[in-house]
């Protein structure tokens, strides 16, 4: 139904949102010292952020 389409939506930004400030807090984690030398010697690197393919910006047509 049209409801839980756009609750599967919702939901998936939610989930996208939640990932993008874990990765950022992860980031600036390893970032600072003294986690900076140990995420050096142990192959710690930055990871990407959630980013959205290209046209996904416009909203789906959704008729009631």
């Excluded at 389409?5 to 390893?30: A, R």
């Excluded at 990871?47 to 046209?55: D, E, I, N, P, T």
């Amino acid at each position: 139904s049209n409801m839980n389409y756009i609750f599967n939506i919702e939901l998936t930004l939610i989930i996208y949102i939640f990932f993008n400030q874990v990765v950022q807090n992860y980031n600036t984690t390893i970032r600072r010292f003294p986690a900076s030398i140990i995420a050096g010697f142990t192959g710690f690197t930055q990871k990407q952020y959630f980013q959205a393919v290209a046209g996904s910006e416009e909203a789906p047509k959704v008729e009631f």
